[in-house]
């Protein structure tokens, strides 16, 4: 059975730091491109980041280029996210994606499908 587990949100100040961590099981973690979206209240869903399977090419969205880095460590199955510099613009539950269907030709702008593996997200909340 597939499961993708979000650990790492909270409650942090403006200005902190905060690491999400991804632990994937059930299915071959390194052979798939895994991707960090966001939704914040209100509004719609949001990709952050994403990365290839190697690790080795990372994308990121404009909002959080500079002060997010994701990575992988395919020997751990776990996929990661550390935030810095965080705003209250940051404030959302962050998800973990593996798309079923192979990386995406296009990573950088890849929108989820329902058929994809999801964790259940974990909050983050920026606020002084």
């Known amino acids: 059975q597939v499961h993708l587990v979000e650990s790492g949100g909270g409650l942090v100040q403006p200005g902190g730091s905060l690491r999400l961590s991804c632990a994937a099981s059930?299915?071959?973690?390194?052979?798939?491109?895994m991707i960090w979206y966001r939704q914040a209240p209100g509004k719609g869903r949001e990709l952050v980041a994403a990365i290839t399977t190697t690790g080795s090419i990372a994308h990121y969205a404009d909002s959080v280029k500079g002060r997010f880095t994701i990575s992988r460590d395919n020997a751990k199955n776990t996929l990661y996210l550390q935030m810095t510099s965080l705003t209250p613009e940051d404030t959302a539950v962050y998800y973990c994606n593996a798309p079923r269907s192979g990386p995406p030709p296009d990573l950088a702008h890849y929108s989820g499908s329902p058929t994809d593996y999801w964790g259940q997200g974990t909050q983050v909340t920026v606020s002084s």
């Open positions: 059930g299915f071959p973690f390194s052979m798939y491109a």
